[in-house]
Structure formats: structure tokens, C-alpha cells
Nanobody
Framework: QVQLVESGGGLVQPGGSLRLSCAAS????????MAWYRQAPGKGRDLVAI???????SYANSVEGRFTISRDNAENTVYLQMNSLKPEDTAVYYC????????????????WGQGTQVTVSS
């Protein structure tokens, strides 16, 4: 089986920075895309940033220029560097990965992490 384990959330003041990490482990053959989503209280889960296996990135308009997604393919890890944080960035952040498992002949499967809380407040 495959697991995604996130770390790096917490409480930060407006204008501050945080770095989230998400490590995938288990029976992994390859990882297609890796992404970060977030869900604020009472709202749906929205895409924040995505990175392909070749390093192509895309961001939500609300975080463009402030957040940077990156990945370490050797370590099956994705990062989200968040700078100039705003109160509206407060949410639970979820790691997502599209993964082909070892021995699988089917299509890649979508996996989710357990979520990590980010709170931006003075």
C-alpha cells in the first residue's frame, strides 16, 4: 500500500513563512503528479499547486508569486514553500499524489495525505 505523510503546518503571523513537506512511501513504481490542496472551514477543497513528474508547475491565482511547489523524485517527496502568508491562507492543507504501484497493470491511483493545519493569525 501507499501512504502520504505531511508535516510542517502550524501557526504563523501574517507576512510569515511556512514550508510543508509530504513524503510518499510504500509499494511505489512511479509518481505522476504531486499537488497540494487546501480546505478552509465551511468551504470545499481547492487546488493550491501542482507539479508534474518533469517539474512543470501550476498555481492557483490566489497564491501565485507567494507559494512555490517543488519535488524530490529520489525521495518521493513534495514541498510547498509558503511566503507572505495571509489570514485567508488559513486552512487544512492536503497532499495529493497520482501514483502507479509496483506490480499494478492498471491506471495510476489518486492518494491523499491526512492533512496539516496552517493558521495565519496575529
Amino acid at each position: 500500500q501507499v501512504q502520504l505523510v505531511e508535516s510542517g503546518g502550524g501557526l504563523v503571523q501574517p507576512g510569515g513563512s511556512l514550508r510543508l513537506s509530504c513524503a510518499a512511501s510504500g509499494s511505489i513504481f512511479s509518481i505522476v503528479n504531486m499537488a497540494w490542496y487546501r480546505q478552509a472551514p465551511g468551504k470545499g477543497r481547492d487546488l493550491v499547486a501542482i507539479i508534474t513528474s518533469s517539474g512543470i508547475t501550476s498555481y492557483a491565482n490566489s497564491v501565485e508569486g507567494r507559494f512555490t511547489i517543488s519535488r524530490d523524485n529520489a525521495e518521493n517527496t513534495v514541498y510547498l514553500q509558503m511566503n507572505s502568508l495571509k489570514p485567508e491562507d488559513t486552512a487544512v492543507y492536503y497532499c495529493n499524489a497520482l501514483i502507479r504501484s509496483r506490480g499494478s497493470l492498471g491506471s495510476p491511483v489518486n492518494y491523499w495525505g491526512q492533512g496539516t493545519q496552517v493558521t495565519v493569525s496575529s
